[in-house]
């Protein structure tokens, strides 16, 4: 049963179940994380919240099927709230028929035609949505919708000792440490601007290093370490196929240099951080003439970067992304969503 509040007079825990196709599995899986540190901080701010998760070890069957499953668990469960994590999930969440659903959306569910589908499949139903980025919002024409970035954990992500870091992954003095925020297998990542733009680095200087952010089985806290080893995070993302990029917010709250293209919010993100730059795309296709552009202006500004040589400041200009002031916001939805 939802017990509906007043959250002018009240400020009880809430009990929530998030349904979600994307939650880590292992210890060493960054899939879905930036959903599993979301409900950890609600559960800081005392917050019950249940897990249920679709698909990935089921199965991409399971987006058909999972739907009766969703709905037992709403009903034996007394949710005040169902919180559907990605819009892949909401279709078997909408069979819950649950009257205080908000859905989450963050990225490729509304950008990729395909999936996009799957998440309008799912959408009725929902009282309130939560994007991201302003820019997905109007990506998908809902004026409507709430606008709150993933958090991140500024307790774990903090500067370390760089020349530490350095050591523990190899890296002579002096280099110029260039990091790429994901798989070089992921297409979507754009590996292949960043490896052209770290060749044209090195043709200025040869003491120019790549460092892949990615490794299978990797420790967070080497993670962590890499961003302490790097000089600046080289963001290449293809355009149109990000949300909100966890790894950008990450990078500030270590006050590591950003450059990148301009997707998702990251705008917003590196507004009056310093050093660091954000680089339009050219207009049209991303190839040819085009592409040597991207290339050469990303190239110059982490030139500049690099130049610089110094620690951003995004650590203190993006004090509002620690991940406990997103879970408030985050509850303050919920209880606007009872109230009403």
Known sequence: ???????????????????????????????GIFVQRQVTALRALGH????????????????????????????????????????MAAPAARLANHPATVLSLYGSDVNVPRQRLMTKAGWGGTRARIYVSRRL??????????????????????????????????????????????????????????????????????????????????????LVRKFDAADVLLFTSRRGKEGSPTVVKEATAMGLPVVSVDVGDVAEVLDGVRPGAVVGFPDGPVEGANRDRLVRDLADRTAEVLRAGRRADG??????????????????????VLAS
């Open 48 to 87: 019950h919240v249940d897990v249920e998760v679709i698909a990935q070890s089921r199965g991409k069957l399971d987006y058909l099927t999972a739907g009766p499953r969703v709905r037992r668990r709403v009903q034996d469960g007394g949710y005040d709230i169902v919180h559907v994590h990605y819009g």
């Open 315 to 336: 650590r203190e200009k993006n004090a509002w992304l620690d991940e406990r002031l997103v879970a408030e916001r985050i509850a303050a939805v919920y209880r606007r």
């Open 137 to 222: 919002a109007e990506t998908a024409g809902d004026p409507e919708g709430h606008i709150i970035a993933n958090g991140v954990d500024f307790s774990f992500f903090r500067p370390g000792d760089r020349a530490a870091a350095r050591r523990q992954f190899g890296l002579p003095e002096p280099s110029r440490v260039v990091l790429f925020a994901a798989d070089p297998a992921r297409e979507v990542k754009g590996y292949d601007v960043f490896a052209d733009v770290v060749a044209e680095l090195r043709r200025r200087d040869p003491a120019v290093r790549e460092l892949i952010l990615h490794a299978p089985g990797q420790l967070q806290t080497d």
């Open 1 to 31: 049963m939802t017990h509906l509040i007043d959250p002018a007079t009240t400020t009880r825990p809430l009990r929530v179940l998030a349904v979600t196709n994307l939650w880590p599995e292992d210890p060493t899986s960054y899939r």
